[in-house]
Each structure stands twice: as structure tokens, then as C-alpha cells.
T-cell receptor
Framework: GESVGLHLPTLSVQEGDNSIINCAYS??????FIWYKQESGKGPQFIIDIRSNMDKRQGQRVTVLLNKTVKHLSLQIAATQPGDSAVYFC????????????FGTGTKLQVIP | NAGVMQNPRHLVRRRGQEARLRCSPM?????VYWYRQLPEEGLKFMVY????????ESGMPKERFSAEFPKEGPSILRIQQVVRGDSAAYFC?????????????FGPGTRLTVL
């Protein structure tokens, strides 16, 4: 079936370095993608989104890259900080008229001070 | 503008009891979504509701689970005769419209523990 999945379950990064979290999706009909951050004991928090007509979108310290050819999505975090430690989920929305969101398993980002 | 509110934050039930989870969407949001998250796993879609209507319940277990979003008051996720496998975090999200690019805003979740 269609799914959104992540390559790496855990990523350890030195404070100050850049982080890259990857995600693969399988539904070619997906046209809207979101990255969420979930801190321990909290609900997912929106980070950044991208539409399928874009390849790259930048936010504050975060960049999302979309490669539709290989159905790959990545989240880049610049100058990773301890507060970035969390689980990161990618999600895709179907173009079905409403938002049935499919979440990947998630990648746990651990920032080493 | 208050965010999505869920209560209780923690709920403990014994096997066979009923669990009621409540979700108040953000002000102005008329679309509510429920998700379940098992430890160390992603969020699984359960149900999508608009006021007084269930739009998509394809992720809901066929038995014991039900959801509603009345004209007045919060959305309710009801689990009857709970079993240990129901132990999970249940998240509610809301959005203002059904537009495919409208962000869903999540509540803090209700952590259900079944003894």
C-alpha cells in the first residue's frame, strides 16, 4: 500500500553541526508534504511544508528539499541546537479533498552538547 | 488564540471500562482529526469529523471505538470495554478548512493506560 517512511530511526548530531533527516514516500499522487517535530510528551508541531510544484523551501534554520523523481523528502536543520532534540515526522497529504495524513515512523534526533 | 485542547491529559482505566477523550479545536476550526500513537511509532489516522458529521472513519477499529463532533461542545473519542492494547497516546488535530494545504494543528494528546 501507499506509505511514507523514514530511512533512519535515530540520528546523533554534535551541537552546532547541520542535521539532515530523510524521508521516502511512495504515493505519486501526494502533492503536499509537511515536517513535524514532536518533543517528548507533546503533540506534533508544524515545522515547514512544501508543495509538489517546488523543489526547495527555506524557513528559519530549516530547509526542506523535495525530489519528486525518486520520491524523496529531506529536512535540513542548520546549526543544530539542544532544543532541536525531538522526533521528526514527515507526512504527506492526498489530493482527495481532505487531509488524510500519513505519517512515517519518525526519526529521533539526539543533539550532543 | 488558544490552541487545540485535549483532556484529560492522562487517563487510567481497567480492562472493560469505558474511556472518553475530549478535544476542543482551535477557535474558528470546524474540522477535527483523531490519531493514535503507540510508543516509538508514528501517528495513525483514525477518524476525520466535521460538525455533526463523520467524514472518514477508515482508521477506526470496527468495534468498541466511536467518535462524534456535536454542534456544540468538544469532539469525543469513545472507547468501550477497553483492553490493554488500547493503551496509547491519542492526539487530536484541527484545521479551519478542508483545503489540502491547510495545516493541521495538534493538541497535547491524551495518554491512555489500561491496567
Amino acid at each position: 500500500g501507499e506509505s511514507v517512511g523514514l530511512h533512519l530511526p535515530t540520528l546523533s548530531v554534535q551541537e552546532g553541526d547541520n542535521s539532515i533527516i530523510n524521508c521516502a514516500y511512495s504515493n505519486s499522487a501526494s502533492d503536499y508534504f509537511i515536517w513535524y517535530k514532536q518533543e517528548s510528551g507533546k503533540g506534533p508541531q508544524f515545522i515547514i511544508d512544501i508543495r509538489s510544484n517546488m523543489d526547495k523551501r527555506q524557513g528559519q534554520r530549516v530547509t526542506v528539499l523535495l525530489n519528486k523523481t525518486v520520491k524523496h523528502l529531506s529536512l535540513q536543520i542548520a546549526a543544530t541546537q539542544p532544543g532541536d532534540s525531538a522526533v521528526y515526522f514527515c507526512a504527506d497529504h492526498f489530493s482527495g479533498g481532505y487531509q488524510k495524513v500519513t505519517f512515517g515512523t519518525g526519526t529521533k534526533l539526539q543533539v550532543i552538547p | 488564540n488558544a490552541g487545540v485542547m485535549q483532556n484529560p491529559r492522562h487517563l487510567v482505566r481497567r480492562r472493560g471500562q469505558e474511556a472518553r477523550l475530549r478535544c476542543s479545536p482551535m477557535k474558528g476550526h470546524s474540522h477535527v482529526y483523531w490519531y493514535r500513537q503507540l510508543p516509538e511509532e508514528g501517528l495513525k489516522f483514525m477518524v476525520y469529523l466535521q460538525k455533526e458529521n463523520i467524514i472518514d472513519e477508515s482508521g477506526m477499529p470496527k468495534e468498541r471505538f466511536s467518535a462524534e463532533f456535536p454542534k456544540e461542545g468538544p469532539s469525543i473519542l469513545r472507547i468501550q470495554q477497553v483492553v490493554r492494547g488500547d493503551s496509547a497516546a491519542y492526539f487530536c488535530a484541527s484545521s479551519p478548512t478542508v483545503d489540502n494545504t491547510d495545516t493541521q494543528y495538534f493538541g497535547p494528546g491524551t495518554r491512555l493506560t489500561v491496567l
